[in-house]
């Protein structure tokens, strides 16, 4: 069965600083990673994603990596801002299009 | 990307009683399906609705308790039945046009149930 793991938990950092956010799976039968965020009290919204021939995805000041050897994934914010406050959270897909979540991030960004 | 709505945005719920959720996909999707996020949890995945026939529930959930329908390509309901508080959740829909592309997700249905 597949586990996912998000390391930290939650984030607190001061505006412009650049981060890491950490994911981690233990089944290396994956189809694709995705990155999403969630605001507060919303649904969840696509910002990247990583087939499984892939390595790396880029959008803006976010950049995602996937290294299926290690079963990890990192998603790099550039340059953080108070709007991009919120819980992030990594997929992977297995068969059947199922999507496991990690946990989240709870990220905190100070201006 | 789709846009997806659901209906309700909200509600607050008696025990014993049921809630039909909605959800509406403004273009042909070809796969459809039924999330749970409980009080400060992550999502996991409750069923796959598929157009036409029974959707395919995942281990822990059953029909009897989230009967599903799927009419058509753009439109599938939840119905969460006999709520208990243990109910309490927000439930999402997610859509994806084919295996392996991105799944985008409803904004979600809060229910509590007393």
């Known amino acids: 069965k597949q586990e996912v793991t998000q390391i930290p938990a939650a984030l607190s950092v001061p505006e412009g600083e650049n981060l890491v956010l950490n994911c981690s799976f233990t089944?290396?039968?994956?189809?694709?990673l995705q990155w999403f965020r969630q605001d507060p009290g919303k649904g969840l919204t696509s910002l990247l994603l990583?087939?499984?021939?892939?390595r790396e995805q880029t959008s803006g000041r976010l950049n995602a990596s996937l290294d299926k050897s290690s079963g990890r994934s990192t998603l790099y914010i550039a340059a953080s801002q108070p709007g991009d406050s919120a819980t992030y959270l990594c997929?992977?897909?297995?068969?059947?299009?199922?999507?496991?979540f990690g946990e989240g991030t709870q990220l905190t960004v100070n201006p | 990307s789709a846009v997806i709505s659901q209906k309700p945005s909200r509600d607050i719920c008696q025990r014993g009683t049921s809630l039909t959720i909605q959800c509406q996909v403004d273009?042909?999707?070809?796969?459809m399906f039924w999330y749970r996020q409980q009080p400060g949890q992550s999502l996991t995945l409750i069923a796959t609705?598929?157009?036409?026939?029974?959707?395919?529930?995942e281990s822990g959930f059953v029909i009897d308790k989230f009967p599903i329908s799927r009419p058509n390509l753009t439109f599938s309901t939840l119905t969460v039945s006999n709520m208990s508080p243990e109910d309490s959740s927000i439930y999402l829909c997610?859509?994806?046009?084919?295996?392996?592309?991105?799944?985008?997700f409803g904004p979600g249905t809060r229910l509590l149930v007393l």
């Open positions: 997610s859509v994806q046009q084919g295996r392996q592309e991105t799944q985008y």
């Open positions: 089944d290396s039968a994956i189809y694709n």
């Open positions: 990583i087939q499984s021939s892939q």
């Open positions: 997929a992977f897909e297995t068969s059947g299009s199922r999507l496991t």
């Open positions: 273009s042909q999707v070809t796969m």
């Open positions: 609705a598929n157009q036409g026939s029974e959707a395919t529930y």
